[in-house]
């Protein structure tokens, strides 16, 4: 029997393994095998097993450690719910410790898992509370109403109440950061670890802290043991004494087995290695020793290569990411316990390795600007080719590189994207900075599907400043223009219409200088779109019908076709839906995609529902349900569900009606999203249920 989605997992297991195993056993074995040594390729199985079965892969990435020990009495007492508060110094274990528990409890916390670094939030001291909640409710599947700080705070905290969810929260560094983004939910699991306790944080604890130290005895065995298999049992006293001075520390102990690995063969490699570090008193100067042995071991070009890891604005990376770099592989840096990988498909230098790398740069001569610049290139062609694979024909006005074509073999092109956004965000400055300014209005240029499929609209817009000042640099006053208008699109969703404006105005300005028609209507739209978000449906139709004398002037088929379509609405909004009826057949005639024909189809419900057609409305209706599921494109399901919901009320089926709505407010409920009340009002318009 055929499975449907099986060939992706045929595909993925052939391009790793080349000739599989008959034997299900053996393959098995080799897939596990090849999973603990590389986590993306972990990733990828899960993610093509996923669409076979039907059951979505965790958001968060939440994987177990491949290794685990001890800390059975902590990992009890972990798995109840309410909020716990893990505090250690750095390698003592506790992302581990968080990430085991969190796997053990999944099956009892069905509403989802989700997990955020706060490290990776913060813009100098400042923590992007507004980013840290969207990042947490996407990862719960929860759709993000709107990114204004105040209704976001507010669903935030409604998804949540109610949810049986793990919630893992890394790196707090205070009471303050934590009073947005975690409350007393009884029915959830919250994890927070800090790396110092303070005094707020001991405060804020509703039960005591767990402060983590060395693991026991026989975990800290049996942890040395796995990393360097067969070396122990000979060396019984001496290996007990350097598990002493290791404090039994996780870190300290991986650091120790890399030692041991690298004497395998030698008659007395541990009690060698346990003088080796002997004079060390301190877990923490033993590990700092420890790292730099390994580094000092390394051969010449593995340190060049860590050295111009650590050099890079961003400590974790993708395999593949890692790779284009530096040329070629970190298999090496992996091996030797200086890479680390917390998270399927990612790979992080420990911060204790990345000083120590960076404290050793001056001497090395290494150019880390050609790492830069290769790492840089690396998310130049990836996002563009992504962007160009989601959507060929829409505006662009950076400069396109050539030959550049989404593998199908790769991931979505937009969960790449999404994926990668900080780090894509985080190289950015530094690119403008050493004059990649052609690079940076590409990466900035590259990030409007997501914006528009996806969100992340306050991370985009910090991109594009930096993008608006490349482009100023390069002097392209359509790029520029193209940037402005992107700032004027973002403001205007999240309800900044000042700064939406203020946007718009430059981008107007700069276009009065320029000959570019295609732009021009582009930037009118947003006018169009800003004056419906402020209420002002006449200026938002005066701006529509301006975008389609320019795009029936110039023959740009696809803007008239969104464009009648979004005039169109705008005349329902105004109570002139006959009005909108020839404009949405322009629409469909000019419409070639199935996503804006979904589209079309929904606002022709809207104005049949105006005249009160009903056979028109239910047909109309049907069609843009059927397209926007071809689409995909659930985003506008909400709206299909309140048209059908409406046509029920209208027919006098009150119960299909309240099945509609109720849907969409039971969404809604379990999303916090604030449009709940909106729906719960219209259900209470319909008759009582019958008794």
Known sequence: MAVAGAGDVLRTLLRRFGALPKDPAKLLDAIVREGKRDAEFAAE?????????????????????????????????????????????????????????????????PGGQAYVDLDAFRVGEALQVADVQVAVLRQLAVEVAEETPAVLAGQYLRALLHRRCVLVVENALGAAELSAL????????????????????????????????????????????????????????????????????PFAIDQVGVRLVRRRGEVGAVAAVRDELASSDDPGELILRCISQTVRELPDAAVDDLVALAAQPVAEFSRAAAAAALGHGVDGLIDGGLMVADRPGRFRLPGLVRDHARRILPGRGVDTDATFDRLLFFYRDHAVAADFANEKTRLRRYQMPTGLAWTPSRRVAMDWLESELPVIVAMIPQAFHAGRHVEVTQLCGALEPLLTSRGHHWQIAGANEWGIRAAQALGDRA????????????????????????????????????????????????????????????????AFRRCLHIDERHQLTRGAGLHYRMLANT??????????????????????????????????????????????????????RQLTAEATAT????????????????????????????????????????????????????????R
Request: aromatic share 4%; hydrophobic share 45%; with cysteine.
């Open 635 to 690: 985003q506008y399901e909400v709206e299909i569900a309140d048209i059908e919901a409406e046509l029920a009320q209208r027919s006098r089926d009150a119960e299909a009606a309240r099945t509609r709505w109720g849907w969409i407010i039971r969404r809604y409920w379990d999303a916090g999203d604030p449009r709940f009340d909106r729906y719960l009002d219209k259900l209470r318009l319909l008759p009582p249920v019958p």
């Open 182 to 249: 975690v409350q007393p939910w009884p029915a959830s699991l919250v994890l927070v670890t800090a790396r110092r306790l303070t005094d707020d944080l001991r405060a804020w604890a509703t039960a005591p802290p767990m402060i983590l130290h060395g693991l026991d005895p026989a975990g800290a065995w049996e942890m040395l043991d796995n990393r360097c298999r067969g070396m122990l049992d000979a060396e019984l006293e001496a290996a007990r004494e350097l598990l002493e001075l290791c404090d039994r520390l």
């Open 479 to 542: 790029l520029e223009a193209r940037l402005h208008a992107a700032q004027t699109r973002i403001f205007t969703k999240l309800r900044q219409l000042g700064r939406a404006e203020t946007a718009l105005i430059e981008a107007e300005r700069l276009l009065a200088t320029i000959d570019d028609p295609h732009l021009q209507s582009s930037v009118i739209e947003y006018r169009g779109s800003l004056a419906e978000a402020g209420g002002d449906h006449p200026a938002a139709e005066d």
């Open 45 to 109: 199985v899960t993610a093509a097993l996923a669409a076979v079965t039907g059951e979505a892969a965790l958001g968060s990435g939440m994987l177990p450690p491949v290794q685990f020990a001890d800390r059975d009495a902590a990992r009890v007492e972990l798995a109840q719910a309410g909020a716990h508060l893990i505090a250690g110094v750095r390698g003592v274990g506790k992302t581990a410790l968080v990430l085991q528990v969190s796997s053990e409890v999944a099956d009892r916390f």
């Open 571 to 624: 005349l329902v909004s105004l109570g002139r839906p006959q009005e909108a009826l020839p404009m949405l057949a322009r629409a469909l005639a000019l419409t070639t995609d199935v996503r804006n024909e979904g589209r079309v189809h929904a606002v022709t419900a809207r104005a049949y529902l105006a005249i009160g057609d009903l056979p028109r409305v239910r047909a109309a209706v049907e069609q843009a």
